[in-house]
């Protein structure tokens, strides 16, 4: 791979100074840092203009390079979106603060005292595509945590990432933010993620957050620890036992409620024992929601009109009004195909029994499995963390939803009176 | 980089079978999983002879290679090392299970109960080096956390090795173990590392085990999550406030009582206030231990005979009884030197003074900070873990002594009666 010695070099210095104010950073007591959060936000909405002007630029440039309609939309800062992004960073800064908290404490024999503690993780990379607002959404979730932040946003937002950058930094340091804490890559060459996820002596984690080719594209070089999903391929299996009207109800929230999330349905399993009585039910509530249906050849004829599932569509993740439909033989051919084919992320038991229920748990591989319930509530503010860095199929460090705690690591912490190992 | 077909082909053949094991392990209750413990110890006592005879075999083409003597005691299966082999199966089969253990839970406002459990992380490749013994110790401790395991030994331990997994296996079968729970790399091919790690839809996790040089060669080809440690460049300073004749002990303890471990003590920082009445008791101490001192400009000043270090001496693990030294002014200047000549594992300061204690152990950005004690304490046995899989400098799910508990992940349980997102 070839280098470019100037990218290289502003890289490697961006992290030398991460690194810089992250040393300073774990000085910064809870207090300090909302205070920090709350100029930032004051300083987003002084700026408003500034910014809203700079989003106009990208949009403008965006159109004149033909961008899809949905990528347009992602891009643009309403007045809603705006005042959206201000009001997180002052929800942020009203969360509890995890660092510091105990986590485990042991007196050993010889007089020891081991105490664990949340601390911060260091230095965090972001890598994101076209949404501005990420900029403040994600970078405020790393302060709070006591972490430095770099980030690299996508060069559709280019103008839009850099005015609100600013914004909080210049909010920021008013309130004792250390210079470097905050920074955004100032370029749009690609070769930029790449650099940033080899600097494993000064990037401690890197974050990307958006499509499945950018995740690729992170991972292909990455040398510094990546947490990551690359997609969402939901379940829900329909057990013989369940109460089918309202499995009708729940399947109609995970595939319709908003179809272009991680966290929707994609594809629907349901027990044989039942499949003559509720795929006629499905196919009626297919056709009223306007719900493209995939099957398998039960499916198919029981269905009428139902389109056959290609080998392809049992990994795909439509993020569209589709669904695939297969039956399968109860619920351990449920866990099987799940295990098989699903992307390790949300899976629903729809039933009422309980030993199914119970072996659904503990055998399918995901990191949030549901009872009677739409996958969609795979959330930090539906699972109670107040703020979401995104979500992760990783088993590492951490699964499902990432809040506050998701951001820090912990140390050991030991004290004695002399003691020496025998 | 260039790719054997047929390698490629086994190893993934490995990993399928590893993770078609792992998914039935998950089903695994503790009480049979200590029967299998029980059963794999047996087996190795029974097959003793068998295993004994491989490890002269070993030991035979070890010396015909001319391995230092260093790498032959490594190497060597003594009577005492077969028995605490078997022993350390035996005591693994009594710690607490973790997986299934709640760490959390919410009931949320529209009745959802969520509950966080631990649970196995899946597929975990082991790679390590000489030590024979490390085949047995490594991999119960994944099968007792419902981890399927793939080894990959140091090539000059192959036939021991192999004789010890085929009775892990054996033994393991027999009370129910799956097959492919517990393999080991059939081929002292270098290239399987990399398969190995390479392997990313099928290994949840490697650990390498070793030298800094194994560790560089796995990170480099890395796709799967690592957890690792590369050295141990371990820190003493002596504050102005410390017991000073308590020092020289912790001293001692740290530096002699096992100088080729990682916890051991590499550099030692003494406060400028106290050089002058420090260092020559310090310059006693070395003589009478035997501990050849590498001193800073002050340091050379005040022991007679002490050489001069270099540049690459602060970053430097002996892993001997070689000492840096270096005179700081304070305990900030200490931190400096720690965070960026460390390597992040352990470091201590003594003192008397309760606030250079606290501000050490908040800024020192390492995995054990100690107070007042010998850094030789970071190990899981002696922060009361039970076992030790090793010890990571990492930041990301696991940092320190990694016990059972590291070598698991969570999920997310939901239960619902209905409920849909609004």
């Not at 992004?85 to 024999?109: F, H, N, Q, S, Y």
Request: some cysteine; aromatic content about 4%; hydrophobic content about 40%.
């Amino acid at each position: 791979m070839e280098q470019n010695p100037d990218l290289h070099r502003m890289i490697q210095e961006m992290g030398e100074r991460a690194q810089q104010a992250a040393r300073k950073m774990v000085k910064l007591t809870s207090k300090r840092k909302n205070e920090i959060l709350l100029s930032m936000a004051a300083e987003l909405e002084l700026r408003r203009d500034e910014i809203l002007a700079a989003n106009r630029k990208d949009l403008e440039l965006a159109k004149a390079a033909g961008l899809s309609p949905a990528m347009v939309d992602r891009l643009t800062l309403t007045d809603r979106r705006f005042e959206a992004m201000a009001e997180g960073v002052r929800a942020v800064a009203a969360l509890p603060d995890p660092v510091g908290k105990r986590i485990g404490k042991t007196v050993r024999p010889n007089g020891l005292v081991i105490e664990k503690r949340r601390v911060p993780i260091g230095v965090i990379a972001i890598i994101y595509e076209s949404r501005p607002n990420v900029t403040a959404d994600a970078s405020v979730l790393c302060l709070k945590t006591s972490n430095a932040v770099i980030m690299r946003g996508g060069k559709e937002a280019f103008h839009s990432n850099h005015a609100i950058a600013a914004a909080l930094q210049s909010g920021g340091e008013k309130a004792g933010l250390p210079a470097g804490a905050l920074q955004l890559v100032a370029t749009t060459d690609r070769d930029a993620v790449r650099e940033l996820v080899q600097m494993d002596d000064r990037v401690d984690l890197a974050i990307p957050r958006g499509g499945e080719s950018l995740i690729r594209a992170v991972m292909q070089y990455a040398r510094v620890p990546v947490l990551k999903h690359y997609k969402g391929v939901c379940h829900i299996y329909v057990d013989s036992s369940a109460d089918q009207a309202q499995a009708i109800k729940i399947i109609d929230n995970a595939k319709c409620q908003r179809p272009g999330t991680c966290n929707a349905l994609e594809t629907l399993l349901v027990d044989a024992q039942i499949a003559n009585e509720f795929l006629p039910a499905l196919g009626r509530w297919a056709k009223s929601a306007k719900v493209e249906l995939r099957g398998c050849s039960k499916t198919v004829a029981a269905i009428p009109g139902c389109a056959a599932a290609t080998a392809a569509d049992w990994e795909k993740e439509y993020l569209a009004l589709v669904l695939s439909v297969k039956v399968v033989n109860g619920v351990g051919a449920a866990i099987k195909h799940i295990n098989r084919y699903g992307s390790h992320h949300s899976d629903s038991i729809l039933t009422s029994d309980k030993r199914n229920a119970n072996r659904f748990l503990k055998e399918v591989d995901s990191a949030a499995v549901y009872v009677n319930a739409s996958t969609r509530f795979t959330d930090g503010g539906e699972f109670g963390m107040g703020a979401e860095m995104g979500i992760s199929t990783d088993k590492i460090h951490a699964r499902g939803p990432m809040g506050l705690e998701e951001l820090t690591t912990y140390k050991y912490l030991v004290t004695g009176n002399g003691q020496i190992r025998q």
